[in-house]
């Protein structure tokens, strides 16, 4: 399964609802475009929904954090939600679980940006 | 269970890297691999497939990756290679060090150390071969090899 999204804002916040498989190719390439479409569009305040994600590789991680570091960059803030417990275990062995702000409750993540 | 070793010729395509990844999955779920250890062999296996087809033959239509896979009654043996011009493991950064934490790159031996029991890399000359091992238990091999 290839990877899917779909974008919806709530309270200023673009939150990107995935799925699937985040790999070398289609999806990574995929999520490197909607992250420079959205920072064109001035959205700042980004939360990736990771929560039907069924797969990543390193290349996916790696996608990940320049998602991170460009919105980071560019004065925004990039975080994550609802980590399928095999990228929460991931993100640990790599020691990214410390660098990204990840977050289990989408109410309380859209709260948590910077007003 | 009958076991032998079997070994493909793939293009250097992200086609082939989804196919090792499956064939390899099956040959884990076969051995009695819980779900978990299954796909840690099947991300093993996918990242040293990206590295043979993107970083060693950088999709070169003319160079190909050679993918073998075995039984024993102790193992589970994956071997990768590419023709590529080879890779040096003492200059493989160390991907949890501070100033690598957020390179885009740098993570897939790492990552196959860390869901394999044993990876062995070889400098082919040119070319490289990775071969994973995953212990397993059960019933083992009979030194069969088959080419395809």
Redesign the interface.
């Known amino acids: 399964m290839t990877m899917k999204s779909s974008t919806r804002q709530v309270d200023g916040v673009t939150i990107v609802d995935l799925s699937g498989r985040i790999t070398l190719g289609e999806g990574s390439t995929m999520l490197r475009d909607i992250v420079r479409d959205m920072i064109a569009k001035g959205q700042k305040k980004i939360l990736l929904n990771l929560g039907d994600v069924t797969y990543i590789d390193s290349s996916g991680i790696g996608e990940l954090v320049s998602a991170f570091t460009t919105v980071r960059n560019g004065g925004g803030e990039l975080k994550l939600l609802n980590l399928t417990k095999k990228v929460h275990d991931l993100l640990q062995i790599t020691k990214l679980y410390t660098v990204f702000d990840i977050k289990d409750d989408e109410a309380a993540a859209i709260q948590s940006f910077t007003k | 269970m009958t076991a032998k070793r079997v070994v493909f010729k793939l293009d250097s395509t992200?086609d082939s890297?989804n196919e090792v990844e499956r064939k390899a999955s099956e040959l884990a779920s076969q051995s009695g691999l819980d779900e978990d250890e299954v796909?840690r062999i099947e991300?093993a296996v996918?990242?040293a497939a990206?590295n043979a087809v993107?970083h060693g033959n950088a999709y070169d239509p003319t160079k190909k990756m050679t993918f073998a896979m075995e039984r024993t009654p102790e193992s589970l043996i994956i071997t990768v290679s590419d023709e590529g011009k080879g890779l040096n493991e003492s200059e493989i950064p160390d991907?949890?060090a501070p100033e690598n934490?957020?390179?885009?790159?740098g993570?897939?031996i790492?990552?196959i150390r860390?869901f394999m029991d044993e990876v062995r890399i070889r400098n082919l000359q040119p070319g490289t071969e990775v071969t994973l091992i995953k212990h397993v238990r059960g019933q083992g091999a009979d030194g069969k090899e088959e080419s395809k």
Do not use: N
Not at chain 2, 101 to 105: A, G, N, T
């Open positions: 992200l890297v796909q991300m996918r990242e990206v993107y991907p949890l934490l957020l390179k885009p790159h993570r897939g790492f990552l860390s």
